[in-house]
């Protein structure tokens, strides 16, 4: 543990005396800009079926959750700073004469430029990289998701490339003695340190490059290691090709580490993918996503072989019933097979319509009371229709229907005889209050 506090405050350090001593502005031509704006979005949806299977006692849930957000966001050739206030809840959830509270703070962080296209960043802040599949801001969340960091940056003038390394220590309180970390949320998965290393690099002939390597630690559960911390590393990362209406992808990693009750892990996780975008008003993806499991067949195996895809999104990726967000629980540790098919078609500049198709398996074999099932977890299919009448005014309405596997029951404790399906209508309101614009 010491080691990484070590670095931790040494890397601090020599970003903060580069930051007073090696800034450069002199050649920076940046006006000062302050602006204020919002976010307001509200999502109603009818729930029969959505992240789990439908019991057969139970009614469909019908709800509105609403997130309103405030932002304040100031640049200059200095610093930029940025603060964003935000209220989540579900319609009544407080009455109307309560007298809490549901504010936080969503984001609130400085960047000060350095010299020759470094900067570095404080406070909280959204992590994303990549396709957000392993670090997202988890937008379709009312609530989201940002971290409390510090990170370093780095792009060069054309922007062909683009690196970072992020540093992130959590604690619960300011205890006098003890480092122990227990998160305010009993069911978050927060980990106690944070170190991500991150790169991107544009070639010529629609050639791309991104690596990441991603390690979190968490605190032993293990009777005679408490406090001792147990580190998780993620590595791997995707290469691109795109030419003239194509798009060809594969994205890949490896996990490797230590589990909190001291197992050894050794995960896979890949995503390849086609793309057409050369038919007229119209995109069809083909590919899959493939998260490797445990054989529980194996006995002499004694490593941890379920991948989990950290702090990224799934709705997007395994369906938006999210019947698979989280690994390796919501699949039994048996793994996660998904093939793919997503067709995009636009109407106008205004309005379009997607629909995607997943069929879903698991990597082993799954077992209930020692008989054998079929890998086989069931078929989705996702129907969502976009319209944009002004650049500030967006509504989605989105239909979704699962069938499911008795493999599928099983992997949820749920037998069901109703069908399951989710609908919802969401719109989102982005006005910008004031603008101050300054050229220095």
Do not use: C
Request: glycine share 8%; aromatic share 16%; charged share 25%.
């Amino acid at each position: 543990m010491k080691k990484y506090i070590l670095f931790f405050v040494w890397l601090t350090g020599v970003f903060t005396f580069n930051s007073l001593h090696a800034q450069d502005t002199t050649k920076v031509v940046k006006p000062t800009e302050f602006a204020i704006s919002a976010e307001l979005k509200a999502r109603f949806e009818v729930r029969n079926g959505y992240r789990t299977l439908v019991p057969d006692d139970t009614t469909p849930s019908i709800f509105v959750n609403n997130r309103t957000r405030l932002n304040l966001d100031f640049k200059s050739k200095y610093v930029d700073a940025y603060i964003s206030i935000q209220d989540a809840r579900v319609w009544g959830e407080y009455g109307g004469q309560y007298r809490g509270g549901s504010i936080n703070l969503f984001e609130g962080y400085a960047e000060v430029p350095l010299k020759k296209g470094f900067s570095v960043k404080l406070g909280r802040q959204r992590i994303m990289y990549d396709n957000q599949r392993l670090f997202a801001q988890n937008d379709w969340r009312v609530w989201a998701r940002s971290h409390d960091a510090l990170r370093f940056n780095y792009k060069n003038g054309n922007k062909k490339l683009d690196a970072s390394a992020i540093i992130a220590y959590n604690q619960s309180a300011e205890n006098f003695f003890g480092s122990g970390y227990t998160p305010k949320d009993v069911s978050s998965e927060d980990y106690k340190l944070l170190n991500i290393f991150g790169y991107k690099q544009k070639y010529a002939k629609g050639f791309s490059l991104f690596l990441l390597h991603a390690g979190d630690g968490f605190e032993s559960t293990v009777a005679d290691q408490k406090k001792k911390l147990k580190m998780r590393y993620t590595t791997g990362g995707r290469i691109e090709w795109e030419k003239e209406g194509y798009y060809l992808t594969l994205n890949s990693y490896i996990q490797y580490g230590k589990t909190t009750a001291d197992q050894k892990i050794l995960a896979w996780y890949a995503q390849p993918e086609f793309k057409i975008t050369a038919l007229k008003n119209t995109t069809i993806r083909i590919g899959g996503e493939f998260l490797s499991g445990q054989d529980v067949e194996d006995t002499t195996n004694k490593k941890f072989n379920s991948f989990v895809p950290l702090y990224g999104v799934a709705h997007r990726f395994n369906g938006f019933m999210d019947q698979f967000t989280r690994f390796p629980g919501d699949t039994k540790s048996g793994g996660l097979l998904n093939p793919y098919l997503f067709i995009d078609y636009k109407i106008n500049d205004k309005i379009s319509i997607s629909e995607n198709i997943h069929y879903f398996s698991s990597h082993h074999n799954l077992f209930n009371k020692g008989e054998k099932l079929d890998k086989g977890l069931g078929f989705e299919n996702d129907i969502l229709f976009k319209y944009q009448p002004h650049k500030i005014i967006g509504l989605e309405v989105g239909y979704s229907f699962l069938l499911p596997t008795e493999g599928l029951e099983y992997v949820k404790n749920t037998v069901t005889n109703k069908f399951n399906q989710w609908a919802y209508v969401q719109i989102t309101i982005t006005p910008e209050f004031f603008r101050y614009k300054k050229q220095d």
